[in-house]
């Protein structure tokens, strides 16, 4: 099945600068990868995809990109702010098939 | 946006009863429901698909007998932890697609304490 592996587990930066998270996947028949956003306690909320026809998404601060030669994609945050501060999930799922997650990226904004 | 209802959000149980959680998509069809399992500061791990109309598919070393499945129409899938340890407690979070392309809701979870 597949695996998806992320990294770093935790990150801790200065409001205003950016968090990168990395992942990546063994199958290559994936096709969708979502990037989750998870506060404790709380549901995973979906803050930004990709299919793999797509090399690049952005979404105003959020950005992501995927390399499917390499089987890697990236969640990429700027000027980060305190509330940008919780549990982030990458994912990676074939069609409409079951989503596999990588581990989750502690991201915590400093002040 | 597509809904996903689940309830109850919280239950404490004891140690050899049974519980049963409700997943339900409000505003639209769902022939495909996925049951999670989360432990504290850990990822999402499927324990099973569930599929309107016929059997569940279970995730390797999920117990079948144990976590029970049901999915009988288009909007409702349960899940029902029988003979609950304490090991079973757990955030317990199912999700649907909702009908976009590869678009997945998710519920609001389940923390299940059993004492």
């Known amino acids: 099945g597949e695996n998806v592996e992320q990294h770093p587990s935790t990150l801790s930066v200065q409001e205003g600068d950016s968090a990168v998270i990395k992942c990546t996947y063994s199958d290559s028949a994936s096709n969708y990868f979502p990037w989750y956003k998870q506060e404790l306690g709380k549901r995973p909320q979906l803050i930004i995809d990709?299919?793999?026809?797509?090399g690049e998404k952005k979404d105003q601060r959020i950005a992501v990109t995927l390399n499917k030669t390499a089987k890697h994609f990236s969640l990429h945050i700027t000027e980060t702010q305190p509330e940008d501060s919780a549990v982030y999930f990458c994912?990676?799922?074939?069609?409409?098939?079951?989503?596999?997650f990588g581990a989750g990226t502690t991201v915590t904004v400093r002040a | 946006g597509a809904v996903v209802s689940q309830h109850p959000s919280r239950v404490i149980c004891k140690s050899g009863t049974s519980v049963k959680i409700e997943c339900r998509s409000l505003d639209f069809q769902a022939t495909t429901m996925f049951w999670y399992r989360q432990f504290p500061k850990q990822s999402l791990m499927l324990m099973a698909t569930s599929n309107e109309g016929s059997k569940a598919t279970y995730e390797q070393g999920v117990e079948k007998d144990k976590f029970l499945i049901n999915h009988a129409s288009l909007t409702l899938s349960t899940l029902t932890v029988t003979s609950a340890h304490p090991e079973d407690s757990s955030f317990y979070i199912c999700?649907?697609?909702?009908?976009?392309?590869?678009?997945?809701?998710f519920g609001s979870g389940t923390r299940l304490t059993v004492v």
């Open positions: 999700s649907a697609r909702d009908g976009s392309s590869y678009g997945y809701t």
């Open positions: 990709i299919r793999s026809n797509v």
């Open positions: 994912a990676a799922s074939i069609e409409d098939y079951k989503l596999s």
